[in-house]
């Protein structure tokens, strides 16, 4: 029975031995194997001779038997031998692969890990440490001031130093910049001393970077409260710092002021130089109006061509009256060159002062926008301080605007032409297109009135057109009648400057089955003022195309003598106001006659507007003026009237 064990044992060992020379073995360190072996060989021979010697059948039976005796006392001592090494060996194997498995995890995880001794003297240092620093450990584990090396802020030296020798920090965790060698990276470091304590790590924690994330948060912050053009401050951080300072007047006795800018004609600027020179513009005003202001004052841009400002500290309204015509006269001079392009810049800026004129954010701002209107209204390029009759009044052009965008819907206005008459021959050489907007006497308004209203509401487009369209077709019907001369069309300054004008033009023409030759184009001389070259050159396109250009209301807008020699324009037109006071005033009549010889030595025709008079007649017609245009000869009237005004009397 026993060496039917003995059988059994030799069968395991041969296993066992078949095992070392399979996979199992790849498990083993050498001298294991070697071991295991030599021990399942000796169980083999042992059980071998066990074996025999329960067979008796050979010679050597005794030997075997004696032999067999010890032998029989040291197996177990032999498998004892195996089986602990087998199972020492599986666990010291188990042990070591989860132990790299540990590190591997540790060295490979995504956070930078570093510890410390009591004396701040650093143990861990793993490989997201070593990316994010760019210290290899070996760098950073044999420096003994690492501390003073990877972070910039003493105060963090510091903290971290206590913490070290306090055998950690009580805090969960902490924000600290890292100095590395590529430069500082912001980590949020979460503390873990308590958690995993290891005899000799006083202080470790595991960190985050976080640079890249706290950055994209800045810049959305940043986007959130600023504008991305100009990188100043936008509405929402503008009543933000506007609340701030309203509690802070009211808490310390102070007073401020809230100011608004509005560049004159900026739309002028994009339509005729592109939106690139606009923006690029809008960035250099900025920068202008940064370097009129404290370090105190906000500047926020509000929307296009419109900028804020808001004066926390003034000690009375005249400081921010100052302001202003600091900021109006830096913006004007000089001349800005963007991309080449020389812009003169003139702005109009409205003021509302707190507490005073109220104390309420919204308030506040309904005043300076206010304030600015009547500043735009005043002529630009001025600034106007918030009154509280003004409400009415601007409520009054609000009203007029709204009705007038309502009678451009349902065409309710009109056009009426007034003649133009050669003082040479007395005969009609012309007409002028004139808007009418048919309301009851009492609330008659003149065209002088309504077009700056419809300019400011944005409606001079739809009504520009619509004036074209008009003057066009009447001008069609007439040329086969007696009524056939030239038709002068007004177009006001945004009208003129629009890049799209040609398209316009050339699109009414062709609608109206008609050619520009027919057509005289009046554009007053303050328009033209308002971008000299960029008026030249559109002029130019103008007359190529066939049209005739008249500058009109020529004495009301500062024009130079030297320019007036580059307008490529084919008439003059006499502002009306040097012609009513004619006969009484040398010094009007002295102008009239000096623009009449100017004219002529520019070989320009000469106009005259506003005759109500034949003494002004005469006066004219004896200074060689070409024709004139006025109540004397006939009011402008609508196209039927007009007609059968100038019919020729039946025989
Ligand atoms: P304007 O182009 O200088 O037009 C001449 C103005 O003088 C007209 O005023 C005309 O009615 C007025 N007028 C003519 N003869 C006499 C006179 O003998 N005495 C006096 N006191 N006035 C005379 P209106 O029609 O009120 O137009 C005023 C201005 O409005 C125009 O000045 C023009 O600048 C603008 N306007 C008129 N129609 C249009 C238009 O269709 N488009 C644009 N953009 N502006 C227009
Ligand atoms: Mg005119
Ligand atoms: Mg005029």
Redesign the pocket.
Known sequence: MISLLDLIGSLSAGVALCLLFSKWRRQLASAEKWIIFFVCLLTLIINFIGFISWLGTTADSQIAENWGDYLQILQPALWGMFFYVVVESAQSKKLKSSEEKLRAVIENLPLALHAYDQDGRPLAWNKQAETLSGYSKEEILKNTSALALLYPDAKDQQSLLQECQKGGAKYYHRLRKLRGKLGEREVAWYNISKQFPIPGWANWCIGLDMTEQLNAQRKLEHLATHDELTGLANRTLLRDRLQHALDNCIRNDHMGALMMLDLDHFKMVNDSHGHPVGDRLLVEVAKRLTSCLKSTDTLARFSGDEFVILLEEISSIEDATFVAERILNTLSHPAFVIYGNEIRVRASAGITCFPEDDIRTDELMKNMDLALYTAKEKGRNNFHLYSRNMHRRLRRRHEISEKLRIAIDQQRLE?HY?PKVSLKTNKVVGF????RWPLPQENAL???EF?PIAENAGLMPVL?SW?LGEAFKQTALWQNSHMQAPVA????AL?FFQADLHYNLDRELEMAGLNAEHIEL?I?ETAVMRNIDHAISTMKVLREKGFSISL??FGTGYSSLSWLKRFPINTI?ID?SFI?ELQYNSQDAAIVRSIIQLGHCLDKNIVA????NEKQKIFLADENCDAY????YC??LAAETLSQTLAPPIH
């Open positions: 056009l007034q002028e297109a004139l808007l003149h065209p002088s077009v520009g004036v069309i007004n177009l006001s009208q009046e007053t009109d209301d037109k009306q009513s507007e506003g005759v109500e245009q006025g109540f004397l009011k402008p």
